[in-house]
């Protein structure tokens, strides 16, 4: 469903959305009131929702529309304001899975390639949590469609989804408290139906880190909560992080960490020096690179080409981390589409370095995690709720 006042960029929206064959709009809608009625009648998978809207505005309808159907994935829609990325942050913490900068008008729309790949990725990967959710099935739909939903299915016919057992249940328990002890080589996880992969770890090293780096994605802001909370104040490390964001947002998330995690947490500035038990946050349109003068890390920004059709990208901050730092690197990977991160991590594993990851089962996307344990880089696997402690574990060991 599409959620926006202005037809010129409801209608761009879903030129977007419709070039790739397996999504489909449901609805498209002006305003919050009638959002919400149209999900009453028609369940969906994904709602673009704009943020300033006559009648009703999408702060107001985003608590109405999870009420409705709490499975269903909503993506804030709004232009690259101060005052826009401050709501697209607290629309997060109210139920939003995701946020993407609008452009301002339809022709900014179809001549933005990134827009148009960001949006179906994100559509794609939160429509098909949705529909792993299993909770849709229990939505009754109603026995007529409207005359818009009548005409165009909503993406792919959900697949009922059985409860699990107990039995699974405690086999569940025990593949993550293996992950958790350092288990290896063993089939655990799953990519699509039937389709199963071995996920070796590796040997977790011992020496303690000088500095921690973070990358995420989709579903990494309320991880990066999560987690720095749990780390907490007075690790002897400062803590880099990239988090897959545009301008404004970054400086709008440095301040939500500090209030929220009660840590000291800044938009990375050309020139800083590192201190420890601070935390960095790459800002968005900018690499963030790691130098070394002295024993002091030194922030660098660069607008070198994006990769991974990011910037920031995680890669180039872990690649800088090991030339300045060589083995003594712990780096974390949250939640997030693609694959940022796994090249950066084979570099600073291949150097001695450590590298964890999210677990697939409390990641909104499984990509950037997925993409670094597949590839045989983490020595942890871990649920969301333990990665910060173990950070901090590890950051407060000695050496050897």
Known sequence: MIVDDSAFIRGAIARAIESDPCLRIASSVSNGEQAVHALQRDPVDVIVLDIEMPIMDGMTALPKLKEIDGAVQIIMASTLTQKNAEISLRAMSLGATDYIPKPSSSHEVMAAQDFQRDLVAKVKALGALARRSGVREAIKRPEQKSDVAATKSPMMPAKPLSAPTSVQDREKEKEREKIKQGATARPILSFGPGAKRDIVLRKEPIVKPDVVAIGSSTGGPQALFRVIKDMGKGLTQPIVITQHMPPSFTTILAEHITRQCDVVCQEAKDGDV??????????????????????????????????????????????????????????????????????????????????????????????????????????????LNDIGGFVRQSAMRGRP
């Open 274 to 383: 590192l201190v420890a038990g601070q935390y960095y946050i790459a800002p968005g349109d900018y690499h963030m690179l790691i130098d070394r003068k002295g024993a002091n890390g030194v922030v660098r920004l660069v607008k070198d080409p994006p990769e991974n059709f990011c910037r920031p990208s995680v890669d180039p901050m872990l690649r800088s981390l090991t030339t300045s730092y060589g083995k003594n690197i712990l780096v974390v990977i949250l939640t997030g589409m693609g694959a940022d991160g796994t090249r950066g991590g084979e570099v600073v594993v291949k150097n001695g370095g450590s590298l964890i990851a999210q677990d697939e089962a409390t990641s909104v996307v499984w990509g950037m995690p997925g993409s670094v344990a597949m590839a045989g880089l983490c020595s942890a696997i871990l649920p």
